[in-house]
């Protein structure tokens, strides 16, 4: 087989790859042959959902204590008979643009702000089971002065994002209240809590 795990683990090889969509993102599945640790040869589709990496911030002010996040309209959380309207941290696709690049593109965007020097976190895979996507994280700091936009997105790509600067206290009490449903938003609010603002 082609390629073996690192451990000594599952080898695998691609038989066949066969493009099932190709509009928005590119939908694949692809036929793997895969030797388990027992020796088991098997035969799997598995389909992969690839629309590139993409990147996300955090701004947070430590002055108020603060973080701006954003609140937009997602069509699959309405598909899955959910309330659409996420509380999100601000994000988007790489579109082959570097991650801090594309961050502070964002940032300007999605939520009005210069950012000063973005720090990355970490690069995390949000769902492996199905989405090729790696997810860049990134935090900044920003002031009072610097949140003055009600409002952000691109109005030509159909984004309307009310930006929400607000207590992280409060931002933290909506995850446990299930108001605040979204991963990477969820993963920064935890982090800044812990590492960014931790309580004296
Ligand atoms: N035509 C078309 N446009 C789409 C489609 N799906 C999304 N779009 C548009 O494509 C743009 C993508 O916006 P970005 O800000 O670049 O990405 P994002 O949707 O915010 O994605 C970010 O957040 C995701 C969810 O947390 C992340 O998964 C992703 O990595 C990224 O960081 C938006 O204007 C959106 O309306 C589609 O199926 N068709
Ligand atoms: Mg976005």
Redesign the pocket.
Known sequence: MAMTGPRGDTAWEVLETRLLSD???RLTTSLLRVRLRDGTVQEQWREAYD?G????ILPFDPVRRHVLLGR?F??PAAQNGDDPF?V????????DAAPEARIRA?AQ??LGLTLDVPRFLFSLY??PGS?T?R?HFFSATYGATDAQARFG??RE???EIEIMDIPLKEALTMIEDGTIR????VILLQYAALHLMPED
């Open positions: 509009n928005w993102a629309r990496d993409g990147a996300c937009q997602r069509w996420l999100e941290a601000a994000a988007g696709l790489l579109d964002e965007e999605e949000m769902s989405v996507e997810l997105g691109l790509e159909g984004e979204d991963a990477k938003t």
